[in-house]
């Protein structure tokens, strides 16, 4: 019996916990190949135009971001580099990448049980982007088509641009919307 109730209680917590992590469907929609690159879970890939990247992302996860690179050049072991968003020459990414880089940076059941995200050109502009909620009834879309966007972070205390949707929302990101 206090067997069968730990096992009870360990799917309903696991339920919970996949429940607030959320799925980003990531697509191309460049005319040109992209590199998005995605930390801290996901690393990076190739996507040509027209392609889809699909990752899951643990609920908890703070100060996550990703971003697309252009020119990239890679090897058959993932070594190499890009014009634009390099990531120490890493294919899959463990940092951040080198400015220029527009950003979609959130993070993940914060407070309040609340997802938060934004985009950001602090570092730079290099690809238009826009992230959107895809589920939860939530609509806060924020899109970046040039340097200038009005959607995204200027500068470091620009603090009005966080928008925030329930715990567990699934998003999609899109470079060339």
């Known amino acids: 019996m206090c067997r069968m109730k730990i096992s009870l209680l360990s799917m309903f917590t696991l339920c919970l916990i996949s429940a607030q992590a959320a799925r980003f469907e990531i697509i191309n ?29 643990p609920a908890g996860t703070s100060s996550g ?18 014009q634009t968003g390099d ?14 880089t527009t950003l979609a940076e959130f993070t993940l059941n914060g407070g309040n049980n609340q997802d938060y995200y934004d985009l950001s050109v602090i570092d730079g502009f290099n690809i238009a982007m826009q992230i ?5 009834g939530c609509n806060k879309v924020r899109t970046c088509r040039q340097r200038s966007c009005p959607d995204a972070y200027q500068y470091p205390s620009d603090d009005t641009k966080t928008v925030s949707c329930p715990g567990g929302t699934n998003y999609r990101v899109t470079f060339c919307p």
Do not use: E, H, M
């Open 29 to 57: 929609r460049c005319s040109y190949t992209v590199w998005p690159a995605a930390i801290p879970k996901g690393g990076g890939r190739k996507l040509n135009s027209g392609q889809t990247w699909s990752l899951d992302i």
């Open 65 to 82: 971001r990703i971003w697309g690179r252009t020119g990239c050049n890679f090897d058959g072991s993932g070594r190499g580099g890009c």
């Open 87 to 100: 990531c120490g020459g890493a294919l899959s990414c463990t940092l951040s990448g080198k400015p220029p």
């Open 132 to 136: 959107a909620p895809t589920s939860n």
